[in-house]
């Protein structure tokens, strides 16, 4: 079939948020999170390492756990449009003298090439990739629909959503531009800090019709590198009330949640991995933006609480307030 | 900002599936369906025709109702990415000798220019647009969420989702394959016809990470230029279960549902508008596509039960099983 | 059929927490929350007095709407389970010396004689009634459901549930073992206050399987006579988060919620009635209790705010901190 | 304290619908179903025997699984409200000249003396005790909720709800009047053979506040002593809709559901222990009845297809239409 759209070239382009991997102290107290409560697949263990999936995700991972001293995140990876968009976007950090490491094909396991750069402004460690296999679930996991790699098990986590991720409030605008002119990511809504108008305080991107693949906020205490968490999908609402429930049963340390944001209009249950004490927000939920001419939404200071917490357990702000604030990256090596 | 994207032209593009007008012979209890008990805001009305949105769109309108003896389709309209595209798609409709008339600003009130072809083996009056005012609602209805135009209502549709169109087994290959090569709609899932492999039995394809944003299916009876049904959007499957209640006890006519697909796994009910008798489909969940390398998926006879069906209400597929089958549509004339 | 339960006698009973009675200084303001918002039914206006029942209720009201210069509480009703009870209860409280007015049928409309008391130990007007009729709905509202009495609207508020009523921590062991003691009322949880062991700060009774029917707990500013709440009954969890949507929009005030109670287990969110500041709790959920030999569950201090509070916006219980904190009640005199 | 209840004698009186003892030909796919995936906790096993309870039941357990060559019941039993109610009991029946067999402590175990009977009318062994044990969960799987015997899990089933139990057109009438007459239950809604009215197609009956702790159906093959289905409370509506997908995708015969039953407004979804396929009910929601005076809702010909099938999958009464049709029952010896 000869398209029409085969006459243009889009250019390199970011498909997704597409996984991360997390320093944890406890590999199987980890696992005991996110596989056998949050219901994710272990598809694959070399060593110290884990790979783990969603039930409604094909690819081999969106999880990678490494059992390492520090709880810190090694890789935030995104997958890209095309094969050809790993080496276009390679080119372009060279073309701007951003240090660019080739990280080989099975460095993560199922996955092809990849490049690795610090994000200008924030330090965190992106990887970018194209090719991933899509590996069969065991039979007895498999779901008997071939949208689903696996049958939903635990409290149900369907796929990864978004990064949230924090750097200082000095290089912030750096870093949210950067991906913006770089990445493709468009501001959906945002905030600048009170105390400094024209400073992000947060913006909330996507390059999906999501209201947000990643989200960069201002670290109060000045930190780059920082991650704020990583967001899991849910179906509903009520599932993300189940998932309270047993969670909250469980023990399981809250930041905060349930609750539904005004911003994004989703549902957020925000608590820790128990080994690593990573944030991992439960989202369910949200708006979905197909308006190509979106105008940004501007939070002012006397909105943002509601913006932050439209109803349900409210999200409190200040450093410290309940459970570890943020999780330091990993620097321009490979792990 | 010098955004990367700037070096290169993606072409022209949909962005969504914008809207749809809808013949029915009784305005005032069309609006007490999708006004009254759906919970769209009227946005507008001009002698016999009225204009509404659902509470999470900006725009002008997705549903336009006008009162005519023929309950018929008069458009479906999609909106493009960018201001050119709505000439570029122009252009090549009449490269490819396809009858275009150009629909002038404010036909459709509220919208800018808009071109109107049928659909090369549908028959359906296809509309491409790009601008449509976004007015804000009158105060007593305006959310004071900014991602909203109004408060939620009624049953809380939220917004258009999705075609469902119909046309000849012997002109439905050329449909479908001419939307994919020139609106850039993918295939997502698909079944060919059992007596006929090779022939489109069921196409859902979409220009958003969203399962379908049109599916094109064969019609039993031979007909073309047939809409089956207009999916709007709701947030939760409990959502979908509360307006089966409300729904039944208004002694509404249903098609099916409510049920579970689990082509896309997204929740059914399909309704009619009690004057006009289209059918109209209340939409939740669904799963989001973000592989750039989707693999659509092809369902055989012995598994499509499943795929119409995964739980609830079955969908029967015999004609004129519950409710009118099938919409015809108006030709290649402005209304 | 003759019944072998007619060979004995069980006693005056309470069947169950019948209707409330509501001061309010702006009656509409007050029926665009009840009837327009929540969804009650509208079943008699006569003067400034309204009549109100959800969809689920078939007697002719539950909450009685009264505009008057007060917004207090003009009588906490409750249904006994045989006719000859109002008599009997009477006769009792006459021999314990506790005054008894005798409210003549149609005092409020649609109900037959009730007597009417001050709680000892609380002084909340109590009233005990049997004869109610049963109103058909007018038939554009009827459910085509014979259970329900019409159909479901607005937030679905199905059944008027508890009354959470407080005291003077003076008096309040009193008004808790006189309603046990009389009443039938059998505690289902309780705290006592940390400050004074062995009087209760708050107690859960029933005389249905409900976990509660009467809360009774002690006021922190040491009055009588006061109201906490008055809940109504929605079906799911999913119907409080939808509830709490649509009110933040209207920007009804909230006292809390939407959370879980560890209490009960059940969904609550505190709502004021925009007219009257009466605290209402949308209320969903909870267990029942079957067992005949119950053990009454003892909150201590640790566990306490987990009891409040299980997941979701954490209940605030210092005076003043949300909303107006209590409502006083008429004495003893009929309305 | 002394009470006023206490100068009557309500006489002899059922608690609630207290467990049931089923035959299964493999314990441990049946243990696969109730505990594995549906969320039970096994409390014991005995042998060939295993004893099961939901996560808000307290008491020992509401389900045995007995394994036997023959799926069939073993034992339907009731609790009743106060110890000497066994006692009571069995001297109505041997009044009655109804044959009875004590069933000694233990032989349940956890459970005290207890008797057995063939329901007249029906041949159902019948059982009615006081004493059951209330056991501490493990602690790994105790709930942090007192009201909770241990922590949610799996589908969430969280109490026994209901028995629903057949037998013969020519003696339904005998049986449902028997169990009204001396068990106290009450007709809450019903409908008669169109073919012979006057006689019970159908009687919904309870003891509780619930529309239903026993359902007593006409047989269409003209069998006694058999059981429709056995059904276990969810919370939410939603819960059911979780139930029917992972049900589904691990491919649990399903008689029908999900959908919303008319008559008692609660959500079913049948499926089947695939070891002993005997019908399972998950369910609901549903109604609460606190009126005293409540009058039974006869349900004719015209009507109930709503009455069984408000919206959802409809129900087939034609039998064997989907999964085994009934499970007979033992006869009146002890197992």
Redesign the interface.
Known sequence: ?????D???????I??CGGINLGTPDLEKSLWFFRDTLGMEEVERRGNVSYLRCH?E??HHSLVLTEQAEAIVNAYSF????PQDVELFAE?LKRQEIEVLEVPAETEIGRGTAIRFLLPGGDHPFELY?DIDKPLAPEHMR??????SS??RGL?V??IDHFNIQTSPSTINQAE?WV?????FKRR?FAYLPESPGTVMASWMSV????HDLAIVANRQDKKAQLHHVAFNL?????G??A???L????VS?SA????H?I??AMYLYVHDPASDHRVELYA?G??I???DWEP?EWKKEAFP?GLT?????IDTKPGSRGRDTTGSAGLHLK
């Open positions: 079939m000869t398209r029409l759209s006459k243009y070239d889009p250019g390199p382009q498909a997704q409604q094909l690819g997958r890209v449009r095309r372009e194209y779901s008997r629909l071939p949208s689903n049958k939903r149900g369907r796929r531009q913006r002119a770089n990445l493709g809504e999906t019709p999501q209201m179906q509903d609402f009520s599932d009330l189940v309270a429930d047993i909250k049963d469980l023990d809250f949640g349930p609750g539904k005004g994004g209009q939920g708006y979905l197909f308006d190509p939404i509601d439209w109803y349900g357990d409210p």
